[in-house]
């Protein structure tokens, strides 16, 4: 997919669809005031004689439309002006992709993106065009038999911008948006295959591949031996039970200066989840092959941030196992030595995401990172907390969460920051190892958060619980790529 900037004056050029948005009570924007104007008030006519409304969302395609300016139109409702906003201008851009990719125009004009949005620069206008056109692409790598639909002719999009000086942060956003978009459709490819394809050694070869395709990154897969040798006790206890062999990735991006201080981003890769000897319920226990979302996650972060060629160092940690039931299998009441030396009661083999996530948050220590954040579908308290609207944040260091909120919040993918405290890490007591897994039904989410950060030793760190966030159930069933697009924002923020 190409995409370009362009501003007023060239906007001569003939387009075989012109994107235009229409408020709530049907007006047409200045910006399609000549386009109206050149097709002979085509445009007004069909709104004033109530054929769209402009409610949010909805879209018309108006197909040929002769030798004009513009082939085709497509209008795109805009919804009211006082709800007008950033999830809003997303909502319509991405009906109108979804249109736009169903019709036969082989390149649009979004006259769209010239629009003011309260609170949204030229940068992000352009941004969320290019998220929108690359998330509105992607399909998932399904194994029906039945064939394809054929692949949308759309070849280029332009964005137009109201003038000269928006033209050059429209074209970042434009390069930043379609690298989001990759990003984020390598992180839902992961997740989206099935456990029976997506191993720890799976996870071990993307991530080699990574290495391949950018010289900037260096990847390292430890085995079991390894981890053995570094005294990963607690990450092993929860491999036992399984016949994969478990994995740890060690990707290395290096676009920074020499020496300084990478961002560390360690990512839960749990395969599938059957909760190990603590079983799961049958019902829904297919998504937690979703489990690993955290891990993809830092795959499609650091694809993203490689293809930018982003100025800043960032190291991605990830623990990669299944969590079965077997005769070897770790059962409830044993207890194990973490790479800290910390003594863990597992009380719950279901909690193993804790397990997995404390060692390899010790191993990042090495790194000397300037932050680490980890990234975990890690509590279903936290999905009864949040939903799926928002991640949970919790961190021990006030400006790094708040440069992710604020990150969630530009990137429209947004966190809420839940406490962190020592109440809560009262909650983990055993009377038989140093603390235990699991801290009982209430504030999960945040004994969850307490078990990880008795491991952090001082290093600046956040935890992002992204259960609700991370995929879709139901008939939508399916990965949704986040949080690529707020880690992508917080590394730019920090380059
Ligand atoms: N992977 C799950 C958390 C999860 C639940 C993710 C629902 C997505 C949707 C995690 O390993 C888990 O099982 N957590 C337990 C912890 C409990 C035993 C303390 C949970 O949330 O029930
Ligand atoms: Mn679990
Ligand atoms: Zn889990």
């Known amino acids: 997919m190409e995409f370009q900037a362009e501003t007023r004056g060239s906007r001569r050029a003939r387009t075989e669809c012109a994107v235009v948005g229409v408020r709530d009570g049907g007006t047409l924007p200045p910006v399609a005031a000549s386009l109206d104007k050149a097709l002979g008030g085509r445009l007004s006519r069909v709104i004033g004689q109530g054929d769209f409304s402009g409610r949010l969302g909805e879209t018309l395609l108006l197909p040929d439309l002769g ?35 169903r019709s036969g125009a082989r390149d649009a004009l979004m006259l769209i993106a010239a ?9 992000y206008r352009a941004r969320f065009v290019a998220e929108a056109v690359g998330g509105g692409r992607y399909q998932i790598p399904d194994l029906k038999t039945a064939r394809r639909p054929a692949p949308p002719r759309l ?23 379609a ?6 459709a390598l ?13 720890p050694s799976y996870l071990g070869t993307v991530a080699k591949r990574l290495a391949r395709e950018h010289r900037t990154i260096r990847t390292r897969v430890l085995g079991t031996a390894e981890l053995k040798r570094l005294g990963m006790g607690a990450f092993l206890s929860v491999t036992h039970g399984s016949e994969e062999p478990a994995r740890l990735l060690v990707i290395e991006y290096r676009g920074g200066a020499r020496g300084a201080a990478p961002v560390a981003l360690v990512g839960k890769g749990v395969t ?46 990830v623990p990669a196992c299944e969590n079965m039931p077997s005769g070897r299998a770790t059962k409830p009441g044993d207890i194990v030595r973490s790479m800290s030396g910390q003594t863990i009661e597992i009380l719950n083999t279901d909690a193993e995401g804790r397990l997995i996530l404390c060692d390899a948050l010790t191993y990042s220590r090495r790194f000397r990172p300037a932050a680490v954040i980890d990234i975990a579908t890690l509590t279903g308290a936290c999905v009864v907390a949040l939903g799926q609207h928002m991640s949970a944040v919790m961190s021990n260091d006030e400006a790094l969460a708040a440069a992710l909120l604020a990150a969630g919040r530009r990137a429209a993918d947004p966190c809420w920051r839940l406490p962190l405290a020592d109440e ?12 235990a897994n699991v801290g009982g039904r209430e504030g999960g989410a945040v004994t969850a958060a307490c ?3 008795k491991f952090v030793d001082g290093m600046k760190w956040a935890h992002l619980d992204i259960a609700g966030t991370a995929y879709l159930s139901g008939a939508n069933k399916g990965s949704t790529g986040r949080p690529v697009p707020l880690l992508v924002d917080y590394l730019l923020s920090q380059s």
């Open 67 to 101: 030798s004009g300016p513009a082939a085709r139109v497509l209008l795109v409702g805009l919804g009211a002006v006082k709800s007008w906003s950033r999830r809003s201008y997303r909502r319509a851009l991405a009906a109108a992709t979804q249109a736009l990719l």
């Open 115 to 123: 629009e003011h949005v309260p609170d949204v620069d030229p940068y």
């Open 155 to 177: 070849k280029r999009v332009r964005v137009a911008c109201a003038d000269r000086a928006e033209l050059a942060a429209a074209k970042r956003g434009l390069a930043h948006g």
């Open 179 to 184: 690298a989001v978009a990759a990003g984020s």
């Open 187 to 199: 992180t839902r490819d992961l997740a989206n295959l099935p456990a029976n394809v997506c191993t």
């Open 272 to 317: 599938f989840d059957s909760g190990g000897i603590s079983l799961k319920d049958p019902p829904g226990m297919d998504e937690m092959k979703f489990d690993m979302t955290g891990a993809a996650s830092v795959l499609g972060t650091l694809k993203a941030i490689a293809l930018l060629g982003a100025p800043i160092n960032v190291v991605g940690i």
């Open 424 to 435: 809560y890490g009262e909650q983990l007591k055993s009377n038989f190892a140093d603390f």
């Open 451 to 453: 078990f990880l950060w």
